[in-house]
């Protein structure tokens, strides 16, 4: 059995997907929710689907080794950022190298980078006048957004378009690729 972590820092739509989609997987479950905000949904949704939930400091975080600590005495094998919106620690990166999954909801390279996230992201996208937008799921290294490509999905940007509007059509392409993505990169290791 593989373990994955789920970091999370907002609502938690993709984490549920998730944990919707591994319940019940013979090879792979998601064993542990960890945040950086203590009012993301995500952790109420892990906690309701009675997996570990747990909120950590940024002082935590970044000046400590709790984090990691927890990580190896849960057995994490895989982590799965699904809106995580600060950086990895050096110290998880280096114990998770090639091991950490990240989405981001535009095409990378473009658009990627410290402070896209969420609605800047798509706000970046409807300004640039591109006609399309999508998702990459890709491997975390130390330079935001850059590490390896696993998949990338595309949508049209309309020409009414506001940030919202193609946030939701970004998030369907998110909830209906990124679990199988996860499922097929981690069962190529097993
Ligand atoms: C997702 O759209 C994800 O791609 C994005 O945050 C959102 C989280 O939504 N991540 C980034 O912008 C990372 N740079 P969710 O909490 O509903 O899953």
Redesign the pocket.
């Known amino acids: 059995m593989k373990r994955l972590a789920i970091f999370?820092s907002?609502?938690?739509?993709?984490?549920k997907r998730l944990i919707d989609y591994f319940s019940g997987n013979q090879t792979i479950s998601v064993a542990l929710l960890i945040s950086n905000r203590k009012e993301a949904g995500?952790l109420e949704i892990a906690r309701k689907a009675g997996i570990t939930a747990i909120n950590f400091s940024k002082e935590e975080f970044y000046n400590s080794s709790t984090v990691i600590e927890k990580l190896t005495s849960e057995k994490i094998d895989f982590i799965v950022l699904?809106?995580f919106?600060i950086k990895v620690p050096d110290n998880i990166l280096k114990a998770y190298e090639n091991k950490i999954i990240?989405?981001?909801?535009a095409l990378l390279p473009d658009f990627g980078g410290k402070g896209?996230?969420?609605l800047n992201?798509h706000k970046a996208v409807i300004e640039s006048g591109k006609k399309e937008s999508g998702i990459t799921i890709h491997l975390v290294n130390e330079h935001y957004?850059e590490g390896r490509i696993l998949f990338q999905a595309k949508c049209s940007v309309l020409e009414n378009d506001t940030p919202e509007k193609l946030a939701a059509r970004?998030?369907e392409l998110?909830h209906q690729h990124f679990p199988e993505v996860v499922e097929h990169f981690i069962s190529e290791k097993l």
């Open positions: 999370a907002g609502a938690g739509s993709n984490a995500a699904a809106g919106l990240n989405i981001h909801p896209m996230y969420g992201v957004d970004v998030q998110e």
